[in-house]
């Protein structure tokens, strides 16, 4: 039996865990409060905000379906360089995730220049819409 490494899956499971960890927070969840909205242990969790476990797909799904978020959110990329990846989101997905999703996108930023770029802008989104508010 071929046993596959991470590098091998098709899951970016340190995008999974970020946006895992990012919703729960917000929501202000704990693990254990999220592991028994999704079925998914405690300890499976830690593992997926941290980058060190290997979800299976049942709990790629129900992770997934927690979020709200498309499954190719969280798929690494395979295409090829000069082919465009499509940026697949939900109509009533907040906007901070669309363009994270946009910039990680972009061909010509590397991916901790993405990153970077989509925490700025989840900042100033988050401080000018809350200005907007009062």
Known sequence: MVKKSNKDSMISTVELGRAIKRRREETNMSLRDLA??????ASTLSRIENGTGKPDADNIARLTNWLDVPIDRVMKGKSKKDTVEPVVYYPHE?????????????????????????????VAYSQFS???KK
Request: aromatic residues 2%.
């Open 94 to 122: 907040a906007t901070p995730e669309i363009v994270e999703a946009h910039l990680r996108a972009d061909k010509n930023l590397s991916p901790e220049t993405a990153k970077s770029l989509s925490e700025l802008f989840r």
């Open 130 to 132: 809350d200005s907007e």
């Open 36 to 41: 028994d909205k999704t079925g998914v242990s």
